[in-house]
Each structure stands twice: as structure tokens, then as C-alpha cells.
């Protein structure tokens, strides 16, 4: 198992944006959070790598790398795409004797072409389409060889055909790396191309756990009203 959260609580203001959840994802497989905005969906990853405290509960994660694909891209606009992959090999204090400028230079060539981007290691974040960038990222996520990774929102700003891509690449390096994956999203393409499993957040809690045939049959109040996108439902919108 490489993820396992067990009755985690977050509280921001007196507000609990994460109320007393649980749930496990294993090597090779893809958990999809979804929910309405203001779920608490992306707040899940930020606790899951650390980036924020969580108030009581516990994560559970196996022993290696956590990578966090950003909703958009997060690339360093000054370092070309080669010294954005490499960032983490030449700055962190564990890796940064660890390899030769050759070897990282093989390495990156090697993660460019496992997400369809060879021969592009000279061009900087500005010159490449919001796909392309994306996929940039994803080789920097992996370039760490991690056995968990975090998508949020993978898909956001992306023209349909772009966005069946960065779907395509998340289940292939599902494959490739046997990661534990978990997708925040709220886009069904997503959901029903990428992932094995669902959880669906609402006012911290989870309403719905199942598989994303489940969720599509609509057979709970809440798989109906996220699955139909309708407003008449028991999830109200937060102003």
C-alpha cells in the first residue's frame, strides 16, 4: 500500500474544509478526487506532500519520492525545459553528487521521450503550447522516480483534444512506474479515462467511494447531481 489516510481533519477559520476522511491507494493505481469546487480536493494533496499541516488524522505513505504535477505546470519561465527537469537532481541535498552531467543529461533525455517530447530540452516554457508545458511537468514530477504522485487538476485550461493526451500520459506512467496516483479533478473525460477508482468530497466528508461506472450510473443523490452538473440536488454551492 502506498497511500493511506486514516480520519484526517484540516480546519481553516473554525471551518473543517476536511472533516474525518479515510481511504488507501495502491502501487499502480489511480484514486480520482472529485467534487464541486471548494470541496477540499486540492486541499487533500497539499496535506498528502506536506505543503500544509493537517489538524489530527494520519498519512501513511511508503517509503520514497511524493511528486505533485501543479494545476498549471509550475515551470521556472528563466530555466529551459532540460534545467527545469533536472532542478530537483542538481539542487536537492541527497541527489545533488549523485549524478554526472552526463547522466542527468541522459535522464532527462530519457523522461522527455517517455512523455512524447524528445529533442526539446534547449527550449524554454514560453515557447511551448499549455499541453506541452503540462507534459514538461509530468517529466519533472517523475525524474525523481517517485512511488506516489499527485495531479491536480491535470487537465485545467486544456482544449479537449490536449486534454485526452495528458489523460492518455497519466495512465501510461501509471504502467511504466507503477506509481499511486490520485487525480483531482472535475472534468468526466478525466475521470472515466484515468481512473480505477473514485472518491467524491463534499463539505469535507466523502458522499460517494466506488469505481467510475458507479459514479456514472447516478445511483445516490450525489453521483446524480455531480454526474448531471445540476444545481437542484443535496451539494449547494458555496458562494
Same mark, same amino acid.
Not at 488524522?57 to 505546470?73: N, W
Not at 514560453?126 to 517523475?142: D, P
Not at 487537465?155 to 507503477?178: C, F, H, Q, W
Not at 453521483?223 to 449547494?236: D, R
Given at each position: 500500500?502506498?497511500?493511506?489516510?486514516?480520519?484526517?481533519?484540516?480546519?481553516?477559520?473554525?471551518?473543517?474544509?476536511?472533516?474525518?476522511?479515510?481511504?488507501?491507494?495502491?502501487?499502480?493505481?489511480?484514486?480520482?478526487?472529485?467534487?464541486?469546487?471548494?470541496?477540499?480536493?486540492?486541499?487533500?494533496?497539499?496535506?498528502?506532500?506536506?505543503?500544509?499541516?493537517?489538524?489530527?488524522?494520519?498519512?501513511?505513505?511508503?517509503?520514497?519520492?511524493?511528486?505533485?504535477?501543479?494545476?498549471?505546470?509550475?515551470?521556472?519561465?528563466?530555466?529551459?525545459?532540460?534545467?527545469?527537469?533536472?532542478?530537483?537532481?542538481?539542487?536537492?541535498?541527497?541527489?545533488?553528487?549523485?549524478?554526472?552531467?552526463?547522466?542527468?543529461?541522459?535522464?532527462?533525455?530519457?523522461?522527455?521521450?517517455?512523455?512524447?517530447?524528445?529533442?526539446?530540452?534547449?527550449?524554454?516554457?514560453?515557447?511551448?503550447?499549455?499541453?506541452?508545458?503540462?507534459?514538461?511537468?509530468?517529466?519533472?514530477?517523475?525524474?525523481?522516480?517517485?512511488?506516489?504522485?499527485? /495531479?491536480?487538476?491535470?487537465?485545467?485550461?486544456?482544449?479537449?483534444?490536449?486534454?485526452?493526451?495528458?489523460?492518455?500520459?497519466?495512465?501510461?506512467?501509471?504502467?511504466?512506474?507503477?506509481?499511486?496516483?490520485?487525480?483531482?479533478?472535475?472534468?468526466?473525460?478525466?475521470?472515466?479515462?484515468?481512473?480505477?477508482?473514485?472518491?467524491?468530497?463534499?463539505?469535507?466528508?466523502?458522499?460517494?467511494?466506488?469505481?467510475?461506472?458507479?459514479?456514472?450510473?447516478?445511483?445516490?443523490? /450525489?453521483?446524480?447531481?455531480?454526474?448531471?452538473?445540476?444545481?437542484?440536488?443535496?451539494?449547494?454551492?458555496?458562494?
Amino acid at each position: 500500500m502506498s497511500i493511506e489516510v486514516r480520519n484526517l481533519v484540516k480546519t481553516f477559520d473554525d471551518k473543517k474544509v476536511i472533516n474525518d476522511i479515510s481511504f488507501k491507494v495502491a502501487n499502480g493505481e489511480i484514486l480520482a478526487i472529485v467534487g464541486f469546487s471548494g470541496s477540499g480536493k486540492s486541499t487533500v494533496l497539499k496535506l498528502i506532500c506536506g505543503l500544509i499541516p493537517y489538524d489530527s488524522g494520519e498519512i501513511i505513505t511508503s517509503e520514497g519520492d511524493i511528486a505533485m504535477v501543479f494545476q498549471y505546470s509550475a515551470l521556472f519561465d528563466s530555466l529551459n525545459v532540460a534545467d527545469n527537469i533536472s532542478f530537483a537532481l542538481k539542487e536537492r541535498k541527497d541527489l545533488r553528487k549523485k549524478y554526472t552531467d552526463e547522466e542527468i543529461k541522459k535522464i532527462v533525455s530519457q523522461k522527455l521521450e517517455l512523455v512524447g517530447l524528445k529533442g526539446i530540452e534547449n527550449k524554454y516554457p514560453s515557447e511551448l503550447s499549455g499541453g506541452m508545458q503540462k507534459r514538461v511537468s509530468f517529466a519533472r514530477a517523475i525524474v525523481t522516480k517517485p512511488n506516489t504522485i499527485l /495531479y491536480d487538476e491535470p487537465t485545467a485550461g486544456l482544449d479537449p483534444m490536449s486534454s485526452t493526451l495528458i489523460e492518455d500520459y497519466i495512465v501510461s506512467l501509471k504502467r511504466e512506474i507503477n506509481a499511486a496516483s490520485i487525480v483531482v479533478t472535475h472534468q468526466m473525460s478525466t475521470i472515466t479515462r484515468t481512473a480505477d477508482r473514485v472518491i467524491m468530497l463534499y463539505d469535507g466528508k466523502i458522499v460517494f467511494e466506488g469505481t467510475p461506472t458507479e459514479l456514472l450510473k447516478q445511483d445516490t443523490p /450525489y453521483t446524480k447531481q455531480f454526474v448531471t452538473a445540476s444545481l437542484e440536488g443535496p451539494m449547494k454551492m458555496k458562494a
